[in-house]
C-alpha cells in the first residue's frame, strides 16, 4: 500500500527460497513499483496477510531527473558483518534518514554469513538493515563471502535492476543511471568461482560502457562509477588478489575500465581504507586529481567484519605502493564513503570514520574531460 503526491502501482512476485537456507525465511516475496514521478515522495506500508502484523509505514523520494540533480550524494562501503559492522549500522541509518543522499552502495560480503546457521544469520542482517534500506535503495554487489550455494543468498534476497538481453547473470552484474551518473555493479568472483562467467561480464561490460562512454550521452550523463569486491591495487600485507603481482581481477577488468573512461573503481574486501591516485597498468598518471587521465580507485572496506571477533586484521605494515595516495588501517577502525558530485565536473570523497563520526580524508576531483582514457 502506498500513498504520495502522485499514486503508483505494484505488481508482486513470490517464490520458495530453499537453496543453503533450510531454517531461514524461505518465502520471497519481490514488489515492482511503476509510474514513479521523479522528485516525489512516497510513503508505503508492507502487508502479509492478516495472521502478521504490518510492517511500520517508511517513505522514499524517487530520485530527480538531469534537470537540477546536483548535487547528489551516495554512500558506498564494504564488507559488514551482522557482529562486525554494528558500529557502522548506526550511521548508516543517520544517512539514510538525513535526506542527503539518494543511495547506500554495499560492495560485498554481508552478514558474514548470510548462510550461516541454516540461512538465519541472512535473515538477522536483513532486520537489522531494515531501518535504512526502507528509505533510500540499498544496492549491491557480491563478494566472496557470498559465494556459497552459487551465490543463492545474494540473488534471493536482493533485488538488482536486471539486464534483460543478460538472462544467465542471475543479478550478479548491472547498470544503471542515477540522474548524472552512470553506476556499474561488477561481479570481481568469477574470477575465482565462476569462470564460465567471465565471457559473459565482459560482454555486458563492453557493450554497457560503450553506450554510457558515447560523446553524445556523456553529455547527458557525465560521471561513470564502477563498483565490485575486490580491489586491483592494495598495500595490505595479506596475499590476497590485490596484494601480488598477477591480480586475476585487475588482469581481467583493469582496461575495460580504462578503455571507456571511468571516473571512479570503488572496492572494498580488504579491511582498510585507502585512495589511490590515478593509476592504468601499475604507471601513475599524475599525482593529484585535476583532469585524472586514468580512473581513480577508493578501498572503502572498513563497515566491519565478523573475523576475529571484529577486528578485521588486514595490516598496512609495509611500504605503500607508488599509486597510494593515503592509506589507513587499525584494529576495530570501522568507516564509510560518502561520494557526492558537485556538478559536471567536480566530486568529492570522504571517508568518514564512525566512532566519532568525522572525516578522515576527504578529496576533490575535477575531470573537464569525460571520454575514455588513451596514452598508456
Not at 553506476?183 to 565462476?194: L, Q
Amino acid at each position: 500500500q502506498l500513498s504520495g503526491i502522485c499514486r503508483t502501482s505494484a505488481s508482486v512476485e513470490s517464490w520458495h527460497f530453499t537453496e543453503g537456507n533450510p531454517d531461514g525465511v524461505q518465502w520471497v516475496n519481490r514488489a515492482r513499483l511503476t509510474d514513479l514521478m521523479p522528485g516525489t515522495n512516497y510513503s508505503y506500508q508492507v502487508f502479509a496477510g492478516q495472521q502478521f502484523t504490518p510492517s511500520a509505514v517508511y517513505a522514499f523520494s524517487v530520485p530527480r531527473l538531469l534537470e537540477g540533480a546536483y548535487p547528489m550524494q551516495v554512500i558506498m562501503f564494504g564488507d559488514m558483518g551482522k557482529n562486525g559492522g554494528s558500529a557502522t549500522l548506526p550511521r548508516l541509518k543517520e544517512e539514510a534518514r538525513s535526506g542527503k543522499n539518494t543511495a547506500l552502495i554495499h560492495v560485498g560480503d554481508f552478514a558474514y554469513d548470510l548462510h550461516d546457521d541454516g540461512g538465519q544469520r541472512g535473515d538477522e542482517f536483513m532486520r537489522r538493515l531494515e531501518d535504512a534500506a526502507a528509505h533510500i535503495p540499498y544496492m549491491t554487489c557480491p563478494g566472496n563471502h557470498e559465494i556459497p550455494f552459487n551465490f543463492s543468498h545474494y540473488r534471493n534476497r536482493f533485488t538488482m535492476p536486471t539486464q534483460d538481453d543478460m538472462p544467465n547473470n542471475n543479478q550478479l552484474w548491472w547498470s544503471l543511471d542515477i540522474g548524472p551518473v552512470h553506476f556499474v555493479s561488477y561481479d570481481t568472483e568469477v574470477y575465482f568461482a565462476r569462470q564460465d562467467l567471465i565471457q559473459d561480464q565482459l560482454d555486458f561490460l563492453n557493450k554497457d560502457l560503450a553506450l554510457a562512454s558515447n560523446p553524445e550521452q556523456r553529455k547527458k550523463v557525465p560521471w561513470i562509477v564502477v563498483f565490485g569486491h575486490r580491489p586491483m591495487y592494495c598495500s595490505n600485507i595479506d596475499n590476497n588478489d590485490c596484494s601480488t603481482p598477477s591480480s586475476k581481477v585487475r588482469a581481467g577488468l583493469e582496461s575495460v575500465f580504462y578503455q571507456y573512461g571511468v571516473d571512479f573503481i570503488i572496492q572494498g574486501h580488504e579491511h582498510s581504507y585507502e585512495r589511490l591516485w590515478p593509476v592504468f597498468n601499475e604507471t601513475v598518471t599524475q599525482r593529484n586529481y585535476v583532469n585524472p587521465k586514468a580512473p581513480v580507485h577508493m578501498i572503502s572496506g572498513q563497515a566491519g567484519c565478523n573475523e576475529d571477533s571484529g577486528i578485521c586484521i588486514n595490516p598496512m605494515l609495509g611500504k605503500k605502493g607508488d599509486w597510494s595516495a593515503f592509506r589507513s588501517w587499525l584494529p576495530l577502525q570501522y568507516g564509510y564513503g560518502r561520494l557526492a558530485f558537485l556538478n559536471a565536473t567536480h566530486a568529492q570523497w570522504t571517508q568518514m570514520y564512525d566512532i566519532i563520526n568525522t572525516a578522515e580524508d576527504t578529496v576533490i576531483i575535477e575531470q573537464h574531460n569525460h571520454a575514455p582514457f588513451s596514452g598508456l
